[in-house]
Structure formats: C-alpha cells, structure tokens
Nanobody
C-alpha cells in the first residue's frame, strides 16, 4: 500500500504563494487534484516518474509548477499568484500505470493522500 502525505496548505492572501509537498512511500507518476465544496475533484497538475514530463490544467498554467525530488519520493506543487478561486482541498495521487507518462484523470490514479486545505482570501 502506497502512503501519501500532503503538507503545506494554509490561509494566504490573493497574489501570494504556497508550496505544497507530497511525501510518498514509493516512486510513481504523480498528480495533484483539488476539490472545492460542492464541486467534483478536478485535475491540477501531473508529472511522470522521471519528472521530465508535466501537464497542467488551463486554469493554473503559468502560475503553478509541479516538480519532484529526483533523489527521493517527494512531489511539490509550487503555487504563485494565488486567486480566491484556487481555494480547495488539494490532494496528491499516485498511479501504477506506465511510468513514462503523466495522467490527468481521477480514475487513472490508485492511491490518494488525505488532502491539505488551501484557502486564498481576497
């Protein structure tokens, strides 16, 4: 069983920055998703096993960056120019699908963290 532990979520003012971390017990292609109250869980960013391939939701392109620690199993989500609409619980996820690719759909992921709350005030 893969263990995923997110951290870094907190209250921040609009225009500010945050870095979320996800410590995994094993190395897999990973993704970040978010879920606001009353909404479905939505894709934010994804990265393949090596870290050489990434993808982003249109709503965060140019503001968020996903990266991973090549020496370990930690994945990061660097969030800049935060907006109130970024407020959500952020989840990291791991998939056992092919390590060469990244994945953007909820059903493609096998393991999920407990989530970390990000709140952006206006």
């Amino acid at each position: 069983q893969v263990q995923l532990v997110e951290s870094g979520g907190r209250l921040v003012q609009a225009g500010g920055s945050l870095r979320l971390s996800c410590a995994a017990s094993e190395r897999y292609p990973m993704g970040w998703f978010r879920q606001a109250p009353g909404n479905e869980r939505q894709f934010v960013a994804a990265i393949n096993w090596s870290g050489g391939r990434t993808d982003y939701a249109d709503s965060v392109k140019g503001r968020f960056t996903i990266s991973r620690d090549n020496a370990g199993n930690t994945v990061y989500l660097h969030m800049n120019t935060l907006k109130p609409e970024d407020t959500a619980v952020y989840y990291c996820a791991a998939t056992t699908l092919s390590s060469s690719y990244y994945y953007i759909r909820v059903h493609e992921y096998d393991y999920w963290g407990q989530g970390t709350q990000v709140t952006v005030s206006s």
